[in-house]
């Protein structure tokens, strides 16, 4: 039996040369990865989804990391930052709707407040149910655009034992499920991996592929470089919408991520033979 293909999800800014570059290997899929900057120009941005979307291309956005240079968190102290996160938040969840593609957003990243998981469990409890309870604030404004994609560390997070029981499932969000962060976040526990995304795997609408080592470092490697065993986890991935997210040290280069779709591609044409 031949297994179904990986889909080619490629990433890149809204800069030309980069956009270029990915168009040059016929993706199925592109993510743009946006900076506070970007939002400025939504007209701009409008223009590269339809012209992506004309030639057949499913298109994602990416919430900008970001706000003054420091890292987004939605329990930030920081009343600018976390506005920032709000207004922006909701921009796209407009733009994305008028535009009929999704958008990536993170809860929180790993340099923040909400990065860093408590030692204690009461305390990893209560930031649960605060991470719980202003996504329940947010969800009440008809976030059908928006995926949540889970951090390396901290409480939105596998790190965090109560990120599916009391966050993911309670709220029934969808999301943008990262597998290296999840690795990351297990240790580098390859059965805990596997039992996350079969749990959360209703929830998962678009995965990022991404290799690593397992250890508490974002390490975004490509795959066969890390400690991931991508065999096992093919059949899920394949059945989503996939990005391969690989650290680039050439953003105008995305050879490293086409290398990844061949490697798992190589992975389902081998398994399918015995």
């Not at 943008?176 to 039992?195: M, P, R, T, V, W």
Request: aromatic share 10%.
């Amino acid at each position: 039996m031949v297994r179904k293909l990986p889909m080619l999800g490629l990433k890149c800014s809204i800069n030309e040369k980069q956009i270029l570059n990915r168009l040059f290997y016929s993706p199925d899929l592109i993510e743009l990865h946006l900076n506070e900057y970007d939002l400025n120009n939504l007209t701009q941005l409008s223009n590269i989804i339809r012209y992506l979307k004309s030639l057949e291309i499913k298109v994602y956005l990416h919430q900008p990391h970001t706000f003054e240079g420091k890292p987004l968190d939605i329990l930030s102290n920081d009343l600018r930052s976390k506005d920032y996160y709000v207004d922006s938040l909701l921009k796209l969840q407009e733009l994305s709707s008028r535009e009929e593609i999704y958008c990536v957003i993170h809860p929180h990243y790993s340099l923040t407040k909400s990065g860093t998981l408590p030692d204690e469990n009461k305390i990893i409890q209560m930031n649960s149910e605060r991470m719980y309870n202003a996504l329940w604030k947010l969800s009440s404004r008809s976030l059908d655009r928006i995926l949540w994609e889970n951090s390396c560390l901290g409480i939105f997070s596998t790190e965090n034992p109560l990120w599916t029981s009391h966050i993911v499932k309670p709220l029934g969000i969808r999301l943008c499920y990262d597998i290296s962060h999840a690795f990351i976040g297990f240790n580098g526990c390859q059965n805990e991996l596997e039992k996350s995304i079969l749990d959360n795997n209703d929830q998962i609408d678009y995965f990022h592929v991404v290799d690593s080592r397992g250890e508490r470092i974002h390490d975004s490697l490509a795959l066969g470089k890390g400690k991931i065993k991508w065999s096992t986890l093919y059949e899920y991935i394949v059945s989503k919408n996939c990005l391969f997210e690989i650290g680039l040290s050439d953003q105008f280069d995305c050879k490293p991520m086409i290398d990844s779709f061949e490697y798992l591609a190589f992975i389902g044409a081998n398994e399918s033979k015995e």
